[in-house]
Each structure stands twice: as C-alpha cells, then as structure tokens.
C-alpha cells in the first residue's frame, strides 16, 4: 500500500480528491493532507510519503518551493500538480522539477484514476527492481523473508552499514531482532529496516532521511548511533551517506561503503565513517608489514624453527595492540602464513590448505584479542608439529624411494624435474629432503652416484672406451665426463686407469 499526501487549501477541492482517491481500486491510502507547503514539509520529512499531490498557489509556501524541498527529503517520491488553465506557467516550470503529471482542477475521477494507475505501475517496478538489487547483498534466508508488499526501498534513502567490531563482547546479541528493536529507538518515529548481509556479522541498515533532522551532519549521527549501539553492548565500526533516487547505485554503495570500513577497520574500538563526505573520509596511510619482515616469518617456518618463530610472533602481536593495527595487516598475516603452511604440506603430497584456512579462521571467532593470541600460537606450533613429524616420516620414506629410483636409473640423464614429476612433490621439497638427508645438494649426489658407476665400470671392464662410459652414463661428451671425473676423484680417467692396472696386473 502506498502512502498517499494532498497538499490543498481549498477544503472542498482537498475533500473531493480525497474522495475519489477512496473509491479506486489501487493500493493506495490518504496518510496525510496539509493545507499550505510548510505544514505539508514537515510532514514529508518525518513520514513515508510515496506520492505528492499539491496545489500550486498557497499560502506560506507556494507548490513549486514544497516540490524542490520535498525531492531532497525524499529522492523517490512521486510528484502529480493540481493547478488551473491560468496556472499553465507554474506548471511548466514544475515539470523541470521531475514532477510526474499535473491534473486540471476541477480534478475528474477518470483522470486522477489513469495518472494513479501509471503511478502505482513505476511504484511496483521500482520496489521489484530494488528488491532485486538486495538479493545480491542480503544473507539468502533473510532475502527469503522480504515480500513484495514491503515499501521500505522507497523510504531508505540513507545507506548504513554496520559491522561488529573484532574481539568484542556481545556476540549472542547481534541479531536483526536486537537491532531492529535499538534502532527503533535511536531513529524514534523514522522508518528503517535492518538486514543480515552475506558478509558475517555485517548488516546494512536502510533509513529515512528524515533521521538527519535531529542532527547537524550524517557524521554526528553515525557517531550518536555507534555510541547509543555500544552503550546495549554493541560495538561496532558504521559507515554510511546519503543515496539518490538511482535505486541501481545500491549495490555499487554498498560495496564501496564495504571497502572503505576493511580499509579503515582497526583492532581496538569502533569508529564512523560518512562516506559521502570528502572531508570525513581523509585518512591516515594503512600501515602494513614490511617486506623484509615477512620474509623472516616465512623462512622461519621453512626452516621449522618453531621456538623462533613464537617468539617473534608474540612480539608482532604486542605491536599490533600498542599500535591499534589495521585489521587487514592482521588478515593478511594469517593468510601469508596459512599460504606458507600449505605450500609446505603440499610439497610433501598432503592437501592441508582447507583445513588450515578453517582452523586460521576459528583463531578470528574468539571473544578477545587475548584468546586470539593464545589461539593464534597454538595453532602455529600444531603446525609445526605436524610439519617436522610429517616431515621426518615422509622425508626419509621419500629419499629412500628416490635413490632407489636414481640408482635403476642412473644410466639416464635425470633432472630434479624428472624425479618431481615421478613422486609428485615439487623440486624445492626434493632438494631439501636431499640435501637433509645426504648434506649434499641434487647435483651433488647425482654426480657422485654416477662417478661411482663411472669406478665401478671401469674396474669391472677394463676393456671399456672412455667414449663409451661416457655415452653409457649420458654425458654430452667426453671431455666433460673427464672433467667432472676428475673433479670428483681427484685424478683424470687415464690415471685412474692406470692406477688400476698398476694395483690389479694381469
């Protein structure tokens, strides 16, 4: 039902519009009737009033000063203008102030009820649109309980949204009843719906513009509303500003006032933002960590130095409270060490990432900061447990498994690629399980494996050309077996030769 508003002086002509309004068959009720433009305003500015029928000429303020004033109260309502032939100048001036229709007094049934019905039409496409629009914001099962009766997009022309701030008291009472019901009360008589978005703990607030009366800027009442919030237990970072009559900036709104609070979030206290306000908007740089320090972290869980790595843990953690972090730097930090973990047991053919994700974001449900920290060392020290005893398992059940596989192979050129590909594990893990296990890195080992084929050989073939070892161990050439040959012992092929016959004559 939309709420209906005539502004007349006459009683008689008010009283006969009114009349015929009541006997159409349209969604449509007199909430409403003022007899000059003024009175009419107030009305406007405290109430849901969906379509405007006003006079031109009267007193105290005249049909085209209410229009002007009344569009910015309210960006959606539907304007139609009663006026006579000798008004026909007002009324083309009128028509610059988006006004829908105007009607000719004496107003007829017939033409009110075809200038209504159009009306009511643009009203439903309007609802249906914006209804749309929340869908891609609002959490499913809430979506799920909006009905296309409800009106409300067509007095929300303020955009609130509220998010629970991080590590605060208070979580069995986010709910969209309790909110409902505070913010009832902050708003007194203003309309406004508040809704569960499908961001956690995330609400968007639509409200009456009407609510900025009490208040000399949209910032002074986020900041009354964020304090009236925290004094029922409620502490939150809001963010919001005004929106025009485009209802298809919604979701574009929504996103951009979303962005600007993960921007600005901190760990301690709530704060306001009026995102529609330069001025309000000026804000420090986000401070982030540096370069240079997460790579410390990463290398110290690389290296499985897990005493290290708590201790510079707890550290960053006291920073981040003395410093009142931004809460992206926190996020991030989990996420690059979740990234780093994962990484790791992937190497080693186990598919943890999932899990880990899950269990890094248990760290963020906690009641306080403090229970976060504990939470945040006990999970990083499980992994590490879980990373040396899967490592020292698989590590040495991998190495055997890839020197048997070199020394069936060792006639091959074999690359640490090649054995990558055969085990599954990526080329850094190899080297690392290699070089844990024999202190040498993969060329290292490989070239000693063949060199000791190299001695075998020639001891046990004497008659062998050194053409032929070389070919038969995959060498690109003689010379360089010779060289890498004698690198290794110490002494050329020729001479190792020679040694051996001398030591073993027929």
Same mark, same amino acid.
């Not at 500003?241 to 951009?256: F, G, I, K, N, T």
């Not at 990234?339 to 790791?344: E, G, I, N, V």
């Given at each position: 039902?939309?709420?209906?508003?005539?502004?007349?002086d006459?009683?008689?002509?008010?009283?006969?519009?009114?009349?015929?309004?009541?006997?159409?068959?349209?969604?449509?009720?007199?909430t409403?009737?003022?007899t000059n433009?003024?009175?009419?305003?107030?009305?406007?500015?405290?109430?849901?009033?969906?379509?405007l029928?006003?006079?031109?000429?009267?007193?105290?303020?005249?049909?085209?000063?209410?229009i002007?004033?009344?569009?910015?109260?309210?960006?959606?309502?539907?304007?139609?203008?009663?006026?006579?032939?000798?008004?026909?100048?007002?009324?083309?001036?009128?028509?610059?102030?988006?006004?829908?229709?105007?009607l000719?007094?004496p107003?007829?049934?017939?033409?009110?009820?075809?200038v209504?019905?159009?009306?009511?039409?643009?009203?439903?496409?309007?609802?249906?649109r914006?209804?749309?629009?929340?869908?891609?914001?609002?959490?499913?099962?809430?979506y799920a309980?909006?009905?296309?009766?409800?009106?409300?997009?067509l007095?929300?022309?303020?955009?609130?949204?509220?998010?629970?701030?991080?590590?605060?008291l208070? *979580?069995?009472?986010?709910?969209?009843?309790?909110?409902?019901r505070?913010?009832?009360?902050f708003?007194?008589?203003?309309?406004?719906?508040?809704?569960?978005?499908?961001?956690?703990?995330?609400?968007?607030?639509?409200?009456?513009?009407?609510a900025?009366?009490?208040?000399?800027?949209?910032h002074?009442?986020l900041? &009354?509303?964020?304090?009236?919030?925290?004094?029922?237990?409620?502490?939150?970072?809001?963010?919001g500003?005004?929106?025009?009559?485009?209802?298809?900036?919604?979701?574009?709104?929504?996103?951009?006032i979303? &962005?600007i609070?993960?921007?600005?979030q901190?760990?301690?206290h709530?704060l306001?933002?009026?995102?529609?306000?330069?001025?309000?908007?000026?804000?420090?740089?986000?401070?982030? *960590?540096d370069?240079?320090? #997460?790579?410390? /972290?990463?290398?110290?869980?690389?290296a499985?130095?897990k005493?290290?790595?708590?201790? !510079?843990?707890s550290?960053l953690?006291?920073?981040?409270?003395? $410093?009142?972090?931004?809460?992206?730097?926190?996020?991030?930090?989990?996420?690059?060490?979740v990234?780093?973990?994962?990484?790791?047991y992937? #190497?080693?053919?186990?598919?943890?990432?999932l899990?880990? #994700?899950?269990?890094?974001?248990?760290c963020?449900?906690?009641r306080?900061?403090?229970?976060?920290?504990?939470?945040?060392?006990?999970?990083?020290? @499980?992994c590490?447990?879980?990373l040396?005893?899967?490592?020292?398992?698989?590590? $040495?059940?991998? /190495?055997? @498994?890839?020197?048997?596989?070199?020394?069936?192979?060792?006639?091959?050129?074999?690359?640490?690629?090649?054995?990558?590909?055969?085990?599954?594990?990526?080329?850094?893990?190899?080297?690392?399980?290699?070089? @844990?296990?024999t202190?040498?890195?993969?060329?290292?080992?490989?070239?000693?494996?063949?060199? !000791? $084929?190299?001695?075998r050989?020639?001891?046990?073939?004497?008659?062998?050309?050194f053409?032929?070892?070389?070919?038969?161990?995959?060498? &690109?050439?003689?010379?360089?077996?010779?060289k890498? /040959?004698?690198?290794?012992?110490?002494?050329?092929?020729?001479?190792?030769?020679?040694?051996?016959?001398?030591?073993n004559?027929?």
């Open positions: 039902m939309y709420n209906v508003m005539i502004v007349e006459s009683k008689p002509i008010l009283r006969n519009i009114r009349t015929h309004l009541d006997t159409l068959n349209l969604p449509l009720q007199v409403a009737t003022a433009g003024e009175e009419a305003l107030a009305i406007i500015r405290q109430e849901p009033i969906h379509l029928l006003t006079d031109i000429r009267m007193p105290k303020m005249d049909g085209l000063s209410l002007e004033q009344a569009k910015l109260a309210n960006p959606y309502l539907k304007v139609v203008l009663i006026s006579g032939y000798s008004d026909f100048e007002y009324t083309r001036k009128a028509l610059n102030l988006q006004v829908f229709d105007y000719l007094k107003v007829e049934r017939e033409a009110l009820e075809e209504m019905g159009r009306i009511v039409e643009q009203l439903d496409r309007l609802i249906s914006s209804l749309q629009e929340l869908q891609e914001i609002v959490d499913p099962e809430c309980e909006l009905t296309f009766g409800e009106e409300f997009p007095y929300s022309h303020m955009v609130i949204i509220l998010r629970k701030q991080p590590f605060s208070g *979580m069995d009472r986010w709910t969209s009843e309790t909110l409902e505070s913010l009832a009360e708003f007194r008589a203003q309309p406004c719906r508040v809704l569960l978005t499908q961001t956690s703990n995330q609400y968007i607030i639509l409200a009456n513009r009407g900025l009366d009490w208040y000399s800027s949209m002074e009442c900041e &009354s509303l964020r304090r009236h919030l925290y004094e029922e237990g409620l502490d939150g970072i809001i963010g500003q005004l929106m025009s009559a485009d209802v298809d900036q919604l979701p574009e709104l929504y996103y951009r979303t &962005s609070l993960t921007t600005q901190r760990l301690k709530g306001v933002l009026d995102t529609g306000n330069p001025v309000s908007m000026a804000r420090s740089e986000t401070s982030c *960590m370069s240079l320090l #997460e790579s410390t /972290f990463v290398h110290m869980i690389q499985c130095r005493e290290a790595f708590a201790l !510079k843990l550290e953690m006291n920073r981040w409270a003395e $410093e009142n972090a931004h809460w992206t730097e926190i996020e991030r930090f989990v996420a690059l060490v990234d780093t973990f994962a990484h790791l992937e #190497e080693r053919g186990s598919g943890m990432r899990a880990l #994700e899950l269990r890094a974001k248990q963020f449900e906690v306080t900061y403090e229970d976060f920290g504990r939470a945040l060392l006990e999970w990083t020290a @499980q590490f447990d879980m040396h005893s899967q490592g020292r398992k698989s590590g $040495e059940l991998l /190495f055997e @498994q890839i020197d048997e596989y070199v020394k069936t192979n060792r006639y091959a050129s074999l690359s640490i690629s090649d054995i990558s590909m055969k085990f599954h594990v990526s080329p850094s893990y190899i080297s690392r399980v290699i070089k @844990q296990v202190q040498r890195t993969f060329v290292q080992y490989y070239t000693e494996l063949r060199m !000791k $084929e190299a001695c050989l020639m001891a046990s073939q004497p008659d062998m050309k053409k032929e070892l070389s070919e038969l161990l995959s060498f &690109s050439d003689q010379h360089y077996f010779s890498v /040959f004698k690198e290794y012992t110490g002494v050329s092929p020729t001479e190792y030769k020679e040694r051996l016959l001398s030591t004559p027929e």
